[in-house]
Structures are given as C-alpha cells and as structure tokens.
C-alpha cells in the first residue's frame, strides 16, 4: 500500500461518463476501473502485488483502448521510491472517434495478416502458429483510434507477446503518443514498418530483433560464450562481429 493510499478521495465523475465506465466489461480494464472508482487511482505496484499484472502499463493501455482516458502521475511506493500510477484524464471526457474502445476483429481477420505477412511476428520474425500472435494497430490505438470504414489489413500487424509488450513500454514514453498524436509521426516510426523506419520514438535509434529458436539455440549458446571470453557484454560482441564483416566486404 502506498503512502497516498489513505488520503485518497472518490474522484466525482459525471454521470454520462459513468455509463462508459459501466459498459466496459473485459477482466483486466474493468479491475484498472473500478480500483480508480473506489481509490481515486492505482498504481504500478497496486497492479503488479494486488492483482497480479506483471505489465502495469498494458493494463493502463487496455483502459484507454476502451476510450477511457488516464493520466500517468508519481506516487510514494511502499519502499520509498517514487513509481507510476494512474486516474481518469482530468476532463474525464473520451477522445473524439474513440468512445466505445477498440472495435472487435472480424472472425477471418487474423487469418487475413497470416495470409499476408506469414505467421510470424513483425518485429523479430519468429515465426508462431498463428494463436501466439497478436493482433495490433501500426499506429496505436491511443493516436489514431479505429480506422474509418472497412478495416484494412495493411493497418494492423502481427506481433508475439514479448514484442507486444516492447512496443507498448516504448509508444507510452513517445511524446507523440503522450502529447502530439500525429499520426504520420507514428507511421515513420520502427513499431509501425520495422522494415522501413526513421526513428524509435521519436529516437535517433536503429534496432535489430533476433531470435534464436528450436535447433538454433545452441548457436546462441555459443556466442553467449565467446562473448564471456572476450569479456565484452553479448550485444557489443555481437555487433563487433557485424562490424567486421562488414569492413571485410561481407565475409566472416
């Protein structure tokens, strides 16, 4: 329990914002919600001890992908330590074209990414039968809300949790994600066209995902080795083996 628990106050929230609130019904926004209704907000630690979210920014995030506004804040943590929290967005109004949330996908929606990227994540092109992977907006939901009309595959792309899950830590520390919502700002960027891209967040930054899978790992192994012999941390070593190569024209 944090320190601010106890001075918490009932936050007054006009009654057609209330009927939204009451017409959200998945698990995980529905707890962020009525623990916000009950305390005034929640935080990080409430969301990982309390009710077992080891991801607090993506239970945040279903909240607003039901058009539900928060705002992120600090708090004292039961350790001292400042951490995150959050509570409806001062004007607890929903953002225009976004009331009512994420629109559900159609039955053979998830068929038609397979169909057309493959059934493998986008960003470190693992490739999972097709259950493992998720399906998500190129631009976040929280920038561009729904598509107009007729969703279109080339607006969504598939991903794997892990990587899900990177992408949402990073899009929630974008200023464009925060502040800006421009949308052209978020289709430049590495979450939306990991294949095309000129920046991360906002970010100077190039990025390559590899994944070592099945009879792959022990080629891994090997390289976490070498590495502890060169005494080099795995990623430096492993771009100094790409720096090489490269130097050498390509060849090892």
Same mark, same amino acid.
């Given at each position: 329990?944090?320190?601010?628990?106890?001075?918490?106050?009932?936050?007054?929230?006009?009654?057609? +914002?209330?009927? =939204?609130?009451?017409a959200?019904?998945?698990?995980?926004?529905?707890?962020?919600?009525?623990?916000?209704?009950?305390?005034?907000?929640?935080t990080?630690?409430?969301?990982?001890?309390?009710?077992?979210?080891?991801?607090?920014?993506?239970?945040?995030?279903?909240? =607003?992908?039901?058009?539900?506004?928060?705002?992120? #804040?600090?708090?004292?943590g039961?350790?001292?330590?400042r951490?995150?929290a959050? =509570? #409806?967005?001062?004007?607890?109004?929903?953002?225009?074209g976004?009331l009512?949330?994420?629109?559900?996908?159609?039955?053979? +929606?998830?068929?038609q990414?397979?169909?057309?990227?493959?059934? /493998?994540?986008?960003? /470190?092109?693992?490739?999972?039968?097709?259950?493992y992977?998720?399906?998500?907006?190129? *631009?976040?939901?929280?920038?561009?809300?729904?598509?107009?009309?007729?969703?279109?595959?080339?607006? #969504?792309?598939? &991903? /794997?949790?892990?990587?899900?899950?990177?992408?949402?830590?990073?899009?929630?520390?974008?200023?464009?994600?925060?502040?800006?919502?421009?949308?052209? *700002? /978020?289709?430049?960027?590495?979450?939306?066209?990991?294949d095309?891209?000129?920046?991360?967040?906002?970010?100077?930054?190039?990025?390559?995902?590899?994944?070592?899978?099945?009879g792959e790992?022990?080629?891994?192994?090997?390289? *976490?080795?070498?590495?502890?012999?060169s005494?080099?941390?795995?990623?430096? +070593? *492993?771009?100094?083996? &790409?720096?090489?190569?490269?130097?050498?024209g390509?060849?090892?």
């Amino acid at each position: 329990m944090t320190r601010e628990q106890g001075k918490r106050k009932q936050p007054k929230v006009p009654k057609r +914002f209330l009927k =939204r609130l009451e017409a959200v019904t998945a698990k995980r926004p529905k707890t962020v919600i009525n623990h916000i209704l009950k305390h005034g907000h929640i935080t990080t630690e409430e969301l990982r001890d309390v009710y077992g979210y080891n991801h607090p920014p993506r239970a945040a995030r279903d909240v =607003r992908e039901e058009g539900i506004p928060l705002e992120t #804040f600090r708090v004292i943590g039961s350790d001292g330590r400042r951490i995150g929290a959050y =509570r #409806f967005g001062k004007s607890v109004k929903t953002r225009s074209g976004r009331l009512g949330g994420r629109k559900v996908w159609p039955k053979d +929606f998830k068929k038609q990414l397979v169909e057309r990227y493959g059934s /493998c994540c986008e960003v /470190c092109s693992t490739t999972y039968e097709p259950r493992y992977l998720q399906i998500d907006h190129r *631009v976040p939901f929280e920038v561009a809300g729904n598509p107009k009309g007729k969703m279109k595959v080339e607006e #969504f792309m598939l &991903l /794997c949790g892990s990587c899900n899950r990177a992408k949402s830590w990073s899009c929630e520390h974008c200023e464009n994600w925060t502040a800006d919502h421009v949308i052209k *700002v /978020c289709q430049s960027c590495y979450w939306a066209t990991p294949d095309n891209y000129a920046h991360i967040a906002l970010e100077l930054v190039r990025r390559l995902d590899i994944v070592w899978k099945g009879g792959e790992v022990p080629e891994y192994d090997r390289l *976490v080795a070498l590495s502890k012999r060169s005494k080099k941390k795995l990623p430096s +070593f *492993v771009k100094n083996l &790409l720096n090489k190569s490269i130097h050498k024209g390509g060849k090892v």
